[in-house]
């Protein structure tokens, strides 16, 4: 396989050879002039590898698809399902946009932190959960509306389902 970027190194990030690999993968699903369009899917990868997309990840990718490094943070800063910084096992993002906040986001929210005692944006002590405020998650009228590990959405959240479903994955956190 021809990778002309097979050892891209940008402030002392490297990334694997199996990363390198994927990042192709995507890359080659645009025309050669736009494998720009790519960046999403591959701060996607590094984010599954690492749980979070460091500044200097950031700047490697940029490297890697020959973008402006500030073109990849607006991307990486737009959408809520990137992490900043490293994150709990299970990250939960309650949705507290308008809609939502009229069906009560807002107050699940606290519930949310004070049943986990943690803070908003903060991370549990276990490292288990981290709790978030989220934008639009597009379930307006199944609020109030979560969002666990951007990927499985929880609807019409009563604080009993809360509870089962913090119970469970604390139950499969601890499995694993």
Request: proline fraction near 5%; charge should be negative; aromatic fraction near 6%.
């Amino acid at each position: 396989m021809n990778t002309p970027h097979a050892h891209a190194v940008v402030e002392a990030v490297e990334f694997s050879e199996t990363t390198l690999q994927r990042f192709a993968r995507e890359v080659a699903k645009y025309p050669a002039d736009q494998q720009q369009s790519a960046v999403i899917a591959c701060l996607s990868i590094i984010q599954q590898e690492d749980g979070h997309v460091s500044p200097a990840q950031e700047k490697a990718l940029a490297h890697y698809l020959h973008m402006p490094v500030m073109a990849v943070h607006e991307v990486f800063t737009f959408y809520n399902m990137f992490n900043l910084k490293p994150v709990g096992r299970f990250k939960i993002n309650v949705c507290t946009n308008l809609p939502c906040q009229l069906r009560a986001g807002q107050q699940t929210l606290a519930y949310v932190c004070n049943k986990l005692n943690v803070e908003v944006g903060g991370t549990t002590a276990d490292g288990l959960f981290t709790v978030q405020p989220g934008e639009c998650m597009g379930a307006c009228a199944d609020a109030p509306v979560l969002l666990v590990n951007d990927r499985h959405m929880c609807s019409f959240m009563s604080t009993d389902k809360i509870d089962q479903m913090i119970d469970e994955l604390r139950q499969a956190g601890a499995q694993s």
